[in-house]
């Protein structure tokens, strides 16, 4: 607990004892809330440390605590405990986690201590995360405050007024009689707009993620829009369970419509070519506001043709789902997301080419499965996640000195883990995924542009659709266009900085790891190759994507927020 008394602090767990013999410091700052001792540069107080970011454990300076080892001793503490060192502070939402690593020889595990916000704190968090884009204040421009602060004023004065229409057209009805008019409107917020509205509530914290998963939150809230539906039909058949079913029904078609128009903006971005995405939207909706109408009059008349109710939803709901994945599919999206990034490394690693935009689309995983290759690299992991013992841990931190992303490796998960340094870049991220998925085609056996063989299998065990886009693969079509045939064989020859990167790393690939090489050796040895080789192997990429269309600076992988925040030292209580 942060800001606890000593007694609470002191009670929940038994410190261990520093080497030159007393309590380790940082346990005594911690027990104190971690809320007065911060970095001496110009990075924030720990105690208000942005939200994932990891302090790795620096030199902390001595204070007295001959008054902390007496209440410890007199508490039962056992002073003879083996020391532990600091290896990292982790902060998240949930709070703060200390790994310590024993100093023990021959020790190989980390311990940890997890601390919990402080109440206050951790609503105004829960608030900030529902209310607040990802890093405001400084991920928006200043009046963005100004309009929503007016334009929440608004709301209120909307929603307080929609009482009194409400009321209004039910009496005009004959609905509303003396005493009822309230009781209706009543209803009508549990049932319309109170649950609706909250699902929008609920569905803002995910905002930051339909950046990079936008086709996926699509076709998800088109499911919910239908499972919405098929609850308001179940009213019918079960009256008495009216209120719950609406009720659930009306959140997910909310859930669904907050989707809908969140996703819709940048669709319809990446169709507006001459600055003008307002002409887009607007001739888009009229769009579908006449298609809606027209499916309105075509429902009513089967309605009015008496057919069963059932086959007929099933039948509508059917022909819905299918034009919302073809919706999807028809959408070129010209940057890397998670499941774009995983397909065009398979692609690099069978081919030595970055495939088109077109062709990472028409492969890009839009359902969940658990075997998705953009499964096998987690981008801004956390301490815990990433690192299975302290050598690994130490490892890291080593890396992260000079560099602003470490990647570690888990056979028993089968995962590679990226972590962030607190001033990584977008940049760093990609860079990161990168090396990643390259570790991840090393150990599978990919051949990295050699063709055929286990690149082959590597690139075809992506789901990839012969014929989408002939245009990435190693024969050029007669039909294409001069421009695009001196793309292809841009990126053919490899263009830019990198193109000769591969076929060294064939050879140190076929030098460092032998077919007789596995288990850890072989491991540890892809991780050393892959880390020597990454700068080379990602300009290749980069240079090849870029040739085949890619915007590589708007890459959107929606990592983790968890970061590694390096100090160099830690002013004393």
Request: charged share 15%; proline share 6%; hydrophobic share 45%.
């Amino acid at each position: 607990m942060l800001g606890g008394s000593l007694h609470e602090a002191c009670s929940s767990f038994c410190p261990m004892p520093s080497s030159s013999g007393g309590i380790d410091p940082v346990v005594l700052a911690l027990r104190h809330g971690l809320s007065r001792w911060a970095d001496a540069g110009p990075d924030p107080p720990l105690g208000n440390a942005p939200e994932g970011q990891v302090q790795v454990g620096a030199p902390f300076a001595s204070t007295s605590l001959q008054n902390l080892n007496s209440y410890l001793a007199s508490n039962g503490s056992d002073m003879g405990e083996p020391s532990s060192s600091t290896l990292c502070i982790e902060h998240n939402r949930r709070g703060r986690r200390v790994y310590k690593a024993s100093l023990l020889e021959n020790a190989t595990s980390f311990s940890t201590i997890e601390f919990k916000e402080s109440r206050r704190r951790r609503a105004k968090d829960i608030l900030a995360n529902y209310l607040l884009p990802q890093g405001f204040p400084d991920s928006v421009d200043p009046q963005y405050a100004k309009y929503m602060s007016w334009r929440a004023v608004q709301y209120f004065f909307g929603g307080a007024l929609s009482v009194y229409t409400t009321r209004s057209l039910l009496g005009s009805l004959g609905v509303a009689n003396r005493g009822s008019g309230e009781a209706a409107a009543a209803i009508n917020w549990v049932v319309k707009d109170g649950a609706g509205r909250f699902g929008r509530f609920l569905f803002a914290r995910w905002g930051r993620s339909l950046d990079g998963e936008l086709k996926q939150f699509r076709l998800l809230g088109d499911v919910l829009m239908e499972a919405g539906a098929a609850l308001e039909l179940a009213t019918a058949l079960a009256p008495r369970a009216f209120l719950p079913l609406a009720c659930t029904a009306n959140l997910a078609k909310n859930l669904a419509a907050v989707t809908a128009s969140s996703t819709r903006a940048p669709i319809y971005r990446t169709f507006a070519r001459v600055n003008n995405l307002a002409d887009v939207t607007a001739k888009g909706e009229s769009v579908a506001n006449l298609a809606d109408v027209v499916g309105t009059a075509f429902g009513i008349a089967l309605a009015r043709a008496a057919c069963p109710i059932l086959p007929a939803f099933l039948a509508l709901s059917a022909g819905y789902l299918y034009a919302s994945r073809r919706e999807v599919d028809s959408v070129v999206l010209p940057y890397l997301n998670r499941a774009r990034l995983a397909y065009s490394m398979q692609h690099f690693a069978a081919t030595g080419l970055a495939p088109t935009p077109a062709d990472a689309n028409a492969n890009e995983v839009l359902l969940p499965r658990p075997d998705a290759p953009a499964r096998r690299v987690v981008i801004g992991a956390s301490v815990a996640q990433a690192c299975a013992g302290q050598a690994e841990l130490r490892a890291a931190l080593g890396t992260l000195r000079s560099q602003r992303h470490a990647l570690t490796w888990r056979p028993d998960h089968g995962t590679a883990y990226v972590l962030l340094r607190d001033d990584a870049a977008p940049q760093d991220a990609l860079r990161g995924a990168v090396e990643g998925h390259l570790l991840v085609a090393v150990l599978a056996g990919a051949g990295f542009g050699a063709g055929g063989g286990a690149g082959a299998e590597a690139g075809g065990g992506s789901g990839a659709r012969p014929g989408r886009d002939a245009s990435s693969g190693s024969h050029l079509p007669a039909a294409v266009p001069r421009p695009q045939r001196r793309a292809w064989w841009a990126r053919r020859l490899g263009a830019g900085a990198g193109g000769g990167a591969l076929p060294g790393f064939r050879m140190r690939l076929a030098a460092e790891l032998p077919p007789g090489l596995a288990g850890a050796a072989r491991t540890e040895a892809a991780r050393r190759l892959v880390a020597a080789e990454a700068g080379g192997l990602f300009a290749a990429f980069a240079a090849s994507a870029q040739a085949a269309g890619w915007d590589l600076h708007h890459s959107t992988l929606n990592s983790l927020d968890n970061r590694v925040q390096m100090t160099t030292h830690v002013r004393p209580l």
